[in-house]
């Protein structure tokens, strides 16, 4: 299992994209959580299998039909905490 730290920009806030980016995360067994930034984009943290994670990640750099992908950053985290689930942070 790794974590990831992921920060998404674009039109990402106002959208339901992190209603999607939780969507995502429990079809691929992904357990972390997700909040707006106050810059207008979207962090993740996000802990799984390095194969759903790849797969995860395709996801969010989609979005979903509303939303405008204009970036993406990952980096790898040292594991400090265990998630159970994937919560929306507010």
Do not use: C
């Amino acid at each position: 299992m790794i974590q990831l730290q992921i920060i998404v920009t674009g039109e990402v806030q106002g959208v339901g994209y992190r209603y999607y980016t939780q969507m995502k995360a429990i079809q691929f067994g992904i357990t972390g959580w997700v909040r707006n930034l106050q810059e207008g984009g979207v962090e993740i943290l996000a802990s799984g299998s390095r194969a759903d994670l790849e797969k995860f990640i395709d996801e969010v750099r989609r979005g979903n039909p509303f939303s405008t992908v204009d970036h993406i950053e990952v980096n790898e985290t040292e594991k400090t905490e265990t998630y159970k689930s994937f919560a929306i942070k507010y």
